[in-house]
């Protein structure tokens, strides 16, 4: 039974990184970046949340949290990555490092370094059945995850808007040729990928401590996405399954052994791995270049 309940605390745990890998994933494949600062987007999301909580009920400080927040990610991606369109990839992944420290930086002088309360979102407790324990919020969390899953896929594979970002994520060229708008298609996908980091946002911290090392979740959600591919939506769902699970794992049975370095470790692991045997990931596009 206690190795039951290490899996379904890693499942649960595991779709929740897979909300905030989906967010790379919609960035990656309209723009080709790799965002590595989406764990401070999950932060200012957070943090303007949390803001508002203080003045407003929850629902309408959600309400008008979240696209204050896409406003924040869409002022990032035109006033940073925008100008970078074409560039060599080395350029955007410097500006990348760049952002995530600024933005840090940011968050710690408008709102300070000092931990706070975060409000409670969603249910706390666990529901219990036989001698299992299933937490409540991460359970909340995990049935975000797989409706938003499902929704993002409909708009990617069903809607105008998701055929036209998915013509983008093919070749930009390609996607300018037809008539579609790169810098649109752009704009689309880091409003989505902001609002997926603010939803992560509000269920890791509900009832929890907010501090700024939040943002921590996004380097932990980056092998999520690279196992299960930057651009399969749900690949980051079932790559955050085998990521989580494995890690409550490790922290079970060899945290005790490894002063807990090895839950800590392992998505870096995992990610590792992954880079050096399948760089595309589980479902990712392989692609053929030719000289």
């Given at each position: 039974?206690?190795?039951?309940?290490?899996?379904?605390?890693?499942?649960?745990?595991?779709?929740?990184?897979?909300?905030?890998?989906?967010?790379?994933?919609?960035?990656?494949?309209?723009?080709?970046?790799?965002?590595?600062?989406?764990?401070?987007?999950?932060?200012?999301?957070?943090?303007?949340?949390?803001?508002?909580?203080?003045?407003?009920?929850?629902?309408?400080?959600?309400?008008?949290?979240?696209?204050?927040?896409?406003?924040?990610?869409?002022?990032?991606?035109?006033?940073?990555?925008?100008?970078?369109?074409?560039?060599?990839?080395?350029?955007?992944?410097?500006?990348?490092?760049?952002?995530?420290?600024?933005?840090?930086?940011?968050?710690?002088?408008?709102?300070?370094?000092?931990?706070?309360?975060?409000?409670?979102?969603?249910?706390?407790?666990?529901?219990?059945?036989?001698?299992?324990?299933i937490n409540k919020k991460l359970l909340f969390g995990g049935v975000i995850t797989l409706t938003l899953v499902e929704v993002l896929q409909w708009l990617f594979m069903r809607t105008r808007v998701g055929l036209r970002l998915a013509a983008v994520a093919e070749d930009h060229m390609i996607a300018l040729s037809l008539g579609v708008s790169v810098r649109r298609a752009t704009q689309v996908a880091w409003a989505l990928g902001v609002l997926l980091s603010t939803i992560a946002a509000l269920v890791l911290m509900s009832g929890n401590v907010l501090s700024l090392q939040a943002s921590e979740i996004g380097l932990r959600a980056l092998p999520v996405a690279l196992l299960g591919g930057l651009e399969s939506l749900r690949g980051a769902a079932l790559a955050g399954v085998i990521v989580g699970v494995g890690e409550a794992i490790a922290s079970r049975y060899l945290d005790p052994y490894s002063a807990g370095a090895a839950s800590q470790l392992f998505p870096y692991l995992v990610m590792i791995l992954v880079l050096l045997i399948r760089p595309q990931g589980l479902f990712g596009w392989k692609t053929i270049e030719r000289l």
């Open positions: 039974m206690n190795f039951i309940q290490v899996l379904i605390d890693g499942l649960l745990t595991g779709l929740v990184y897979g909300l905030v890998a989906l967010a790379f994933v919609v960035i990656f494949r309209a723009s080709r970046i790799v965002n590595l600062a989406q764990g401070q987007l999950v932060l200012v999301g957070a943090f303007i949340v949390m803001s508002l909580l203080q003045w407003l009920p929850a629902l309408a400080a959600v309400a008008i949290g979240l696209p204050l927040a896409v406003l924040a990610g869409l002022a990032v991606e035109k006033a940073v990555f925008r100008p970078l369109i074409g560039q060599p990839v080395f350029s955007v992944v410097m500006a990348s490092i760049g952002l995530l420290i600024l933005l840090q930086g940011l968050v710690q002088m408008v709102w300070g370094a000092q931990t706070r309360p975060f409000p409670e979102l969603f249910p706390e407790g666990a529901f219990r059945i036989d001698e299992l324990l």
